[in-house]
């Protein structure tokens, strides 16, 4: 899903920016996951250096049911994700979301986790028990929501206004 080719790749399209002042762009991954345990790391490469709304990241994963409504309304219903804002290099803030009927915040993370450039978020899912978990730099923050959909795809949202090809992610 690229509106107005918002998002850009390269690294053989393991590298995401968002090229556009007027667009964000959301990839989703072709992958549906319903059985077994996954992992899925994105190294921050580097932030924009304003913190708004608008510089935002966010990585998870969505209810294989409301994939069409995402792409088609950018309803981001059944979503479960890490949303980050940036700010000179460091994480501003940070949120454990899930949108099932109205935004929910996970209790068993910490507020403000910080990440630098050059950090790896990597989402822990496990397919068998219904959980997702999140790592930073090898440390595990534990379970951040339990119960999810009998499927699910790996989404990322980025949203950032100030264009820079350097402000990117890589899948790795």
């Known amino acids: 899903m690229n509106r107005k080719n918002a998002i850009q790749l390269k690294n053989q399209n ?15 991954g072709q992958t549906k996951y319903s059985t077994g345990k996954h992992k899925i790391k994105i190294k ?3 932030f924009p250096n304003t913190c708004t709304e608008e510089n935002a990241i966010y ?45 929910e915040y996970s209790e068993k993370y910490p507020k403000n986790i910080k990440l630098k450039e050059n950090d790896i978020l990597e989402i822990l899912l496990d397919m068998d028990q219904k959980t997702i978990a999140f790592k930073i730099n090898e440390n595990n923050l534990g379970i951040a929501w339990e119960n999810l959909p009998k499927s699910v795809y790996f989404f990322v949202f980025l949203a950032w206004m100030e264009i820079n ?3 990117q992610i890589t899948l790795i």
């Open 44 to 46: 921050i490469d580097q």
């Open 59 to 103: 990585l998870g994963v969505i209810n294989t049911k409301n994939r069409e409504n995402l792409i088609n309304s950018r309803d981001y219903e059944g979503t479960y994700y890490f949303e980050t804002y940036f700010v000179k290099n460091l994480l501003e803030s940070s949120k454990i979301k899930k949108e099932e009927n109205g935004k």
């Open 165 to 167: 090809e350097k402000n």
């Open 14 to 28: 393991q590298t995401a920016w968002n090229a556009s002042k007027e667009f964000r762009g959301i990839i989703l």
